[in-house]
């Protein structure tokens, strides 16, 4: 079976919702999905399949590089750790790898609501990514 019968269901799902920029390619036993989803429910939703084929995210045969096309207008909130950088990652699960940093203090914008554990957000410099949601905290 090849990966692109084995992540279909991802697959359509990306072009049924309007991904826009979808690139999908296969290199070296590794499936390449890029592109934009229109919103972060649409993100969301394909993180959510993505783990419905390969539970915990363990086979290592996909890498998904989807972001959302336009930020919604959404809260704003303060990274609220410690002291230390709080980690924005590419999917929401702390197996899944870190694409960026938020500061202690800094202030992010809420992009959507992955589950009450982790949130889409989008950093000061344009980063973009999940966070854990207990770091976050609505600025008033």
Do not use: C
Not at 4 to 10: H, M, V
Not at 56 to 64: A, I, Q, R, T, Y
Not at 70 to 95: F, H, M, W, Y
């Amino acid at each position: 079976m090849s990966l692109q019968d084995k992540y279909k269901e991802l697959i359509d799902t990306a072009k049924s919702a309007g991904t826009s920029n979808l690139q999908v390619n296969e290199q070296e036993g590794v499936l390449h999905i890029s592109g934009e989803a229109p919103s972060g429910a649409v993100k969301d939703n394909l993180w959510n399949i993505y783990g419905k084929i390969d539970p915990n995210f363990l086979s290592g045969d996909v890498v998904m590089d989807i972001k959302v096309a336009t930020a919604v207008e959404g809260a704003k909130l303060e990274v609220v750790t410690q002291s230390s950088n709080l980690n924005v990652r590419k999917g929401p699960g702390i197996d899944q790898p870190i694409v960026g940093k938020a500061a202690h203090a800094e202030t992010v914008t809420l992009v959507s609501k992955h589950s009450d554990e982790w949130w889409l957000i989008r950093t000061k410099d344009g980063e973009e990514g999940y966070a854990h949601a207990q770091y976050l905290r609505p600025v008033e």
